[in-house]
């Protein structure tokens, strides 16, 4: 998770690409070059240990303009934890 709130910081798309289930992958992202993230709030958490094949992740995800707020969900894909999607979210 904070290696793709990394990513999304510094506008890093291969990353984000290549860590998204291919499944539910977009094409493109089309980030916002002027979107400044600048923290991120790990709340909790929920399986994704190392024996799991699924995890979620919920966070905070602070920007210049306001904070999104994502639970997450991740699974294992050819050994890698990947995202595969929200299974909520809000933008403030």
């Known amino acids: 998770m904070r290696a793709r709130f990394s990513?999304?910081?510094?506008?890093?798309e291969p990353y984000l690409l290549d860590s998204w289930h291919?499944?539910?992958r977009p094409q493109t992202?089309?980030?916002?070059?002027?979107?400044?993230w600048v923290r991120l709030d790990v709340l909790a958490?929920?399986?994704?240990?190392?024996l799991d094949?699924?995890?979620?992740?919920?966070?905070?995800?602070?920007h210049e303009g306001g904070v999104l707020h994502?639970?997450?969900?991740?699974?294992?894909?050819?050994r890698l934890w990947v995202y595969l999607g929200p299974l909520?979210?809000?933008?403030?």
């Open 7 to 12: 990513a999304f910081a510094v506008q890093d």
């Open 22 to 24: 291919p499944s539910t």
């Open 29 to 36: 992202l089309g980030l916002d070059p002027l979107q400044r």
């Open 45 to 50: 958490t929920e399986r994704g240990a190392l």
């Open 53 to 62: 094949t699924e995890g979620t992740v919920e966070f905070e995800a602070h």
């Open 70 to 78: 994502e639970v997450s969900r991740f699974v294992r894909h050819e």
């Open 88 to 92: 909520e979210f809000t933008r403030t």
